[in-house]
């Protein structure tokens, strides 16, 4: 079956780094565009940051220049790189899947962003 697990998520400090990834399975990833969507608590979920089948990134106005997407194909991985974390980046993020018009979810990480 199709699974897409996070991991990488936790405690950090203001201006402190994570790096996120998400291991896909059940898909052929290299026709995916993936992509990182989170949802803080009380709001509804955002996208961060996709990445297309030939690599390309795009962010979200929020993240970027702190935030870097990556793609393995040969590890059907992508990553998520936060730098300069802020408090207000706190959110559960979610790995996504997309093949035309058929979408899959992760479970989601919790990154918590607190002195």
């Known amino acids: 079956q199709v699974q897409l697990v996070e991991s990488g998520g936790g405690l950090v400090q203001p201006g402190g780094s994570l790096r996120l990834s998400c291991a896909a399975s059940?898909?052929?990833?290299?026709?995916?565009?993936m992509g990182w969507y989170r949802q803080a608590p009380g709001k509804q979920r955002e996208l961060v940051a996709s990445?297309?089948?030939?690599?390309?990134?795009s962010y979200a106005d929020s993240v970027k220049g702190r935030f870097t997407i990556s793609r393995d194909n040969a590890k059907n991985t992508v990553y998520l790189q936060m730098n300069s974390l802020k408090p207000e980046d706190t959110a559960v993020y979610y790995c996504?899947?997309?093949?035309?018009?058929?979408?899959?979810w992760g479970q989601g990480t919790l990154v918590t962003v607190s002195p």
């Open positions: 996504n899947a997309r093949h035309g018009s058929l979408e899959r």
């Open positions: 990445i297309s089948l030939g690599g390309s990134g």
């Open positions: 059940g898909i052929i990833f290299r026709l995916n565009n």
